[in-house]
């Protein structure tokens, strides 16, 4: 009974996005430490792990969902905007890591509320 709580597609979903979140922060934490790096290329999200993601959610199909992992990889959209060949931008990954923070926080919450009502199940007490 309680497996079928933890394994509804909304759920899940809601996990892999925590997990993308994750690995996106990591990648930001790279990007910035790397600054100075010459020929260093920017990190982020796989764009396809996104792609599939919606597709699966839209399949709701939770067993689709949970085998999707996030993956790391160069991000081809960044342009070289110094002599070095960086493409991280100060300003553009302090940007990403103020929305990724955002996005983290209500994904935690989503999750939170969940396990919340659970409990509300279980004890019958709110606090």
């Given at each position: 009974m ?19 979140t ?11 430490a ?12 796989t764009?396809?792990f996104e792609?599939?993601?919606r597709?699966?959610i ?13 993956q790391?990889?160069?991000?081809t959209?960044?342009v070289?905007m ?13 940007l990403?890591?103020n929305?990724?923070t ?6 935690t919450q ?14 019958g007490?709110?606090?």
């Amino acid at each position: 009974m309680i497996d079928a709580l933890f394994n509804q597609p909304n759920y899940v979903a809601v996990k892999k996005m925590l997990d993308a979140t994750l690995m996106r922060h990591e990648a930001i934490a790279s990007n910035l430490a790397n600054i100075e790096t010459p020929n260093y290329k920017r990190l982020d999200v796989t764009p396809s792990f996104e792609s599939q993601l919606r597709q699966a959610i839209g399949g709701g199909d939770s067993e689709q969902i949970s085998a999707l992992e996030p993956q790391l990889g160069i991000d081809t959209s960044a342009v070289c905007m110094r002599n070095d060949g960086n493409t991280v931008q100060l300003e553009s990954e302090l940007l990403k890591l103020n929305q990724n923070t955002l996005e983290n926080a209500a994904e935690t919450q989503l999750v939170t509320s969940s396990l919340a009502k659970l409990r509300v199940a279980i004890t019958g007490n709110p606090q």
